[in-house]
């Protein structure tokens, strides 16, 4: 499975952002995808989550500022955030969780960098 992140940038508090990730490759035992995020000099956090059948799961900083959503035609999942705040300054991972005869397995994308400028 690869995972092909895009839509990161600098943006201005207040504004808002919409991250997109492209999975490609042996996908179909894709069950969950999402983010996560890794700010400098602090331990990588889980974003939000969606899983294939449409739940979805966020991280407090982020409920209510956050959208994670899934085209599994396009094995495409997007991640809108407003209200951006400077403490949303981070690298931001795609992630896919696949199943495999009861086994799973995680994938990360290669990151795209968000920037919150106040």
């Known amino acids: 499975v690869q995972l092909q992140a895009s839509g990161g940038g600098t943006v201005q508090a207040g504004e808002s952002l919409r991250l997109s990730c492209a999975a490609s490759?042996?996908?179909?035992?894709?069950?969950?995808m999402g983010w996560d995020r890794q700010a400098p000099g602090k331990q990588r956090e889980l974003v939000a989550t969606?899983?294939?059948?449409?739940?979805?799961n966020y991280t407090d900083s982020v409920k209510g500022r956050a959208t994670i959503s899934r085209d599994n035609a396009k094995n495409t999942v997007y991640l809108e955030m407003n209200s951006l705040k400077p403490e949303d300054t981070a690298v931001y991972y795609c992630?896919?969780?696949?199943?495999?005869?009861?086994?799973?397995?995680?994938?990360w994308g290669q990151g795209t960098q968000v920037t919150v400028s106040s």
């Open positions: 992630t896919a969780r696949a199943t495999v005869n009861g086994r799973e397995f995680d994938y």
């Open positions: 969606i899983a294939r059948g449409g739940n979805t």
């Open positions: 490759g042996n996908i179909f035992n894709i069950n969950v």
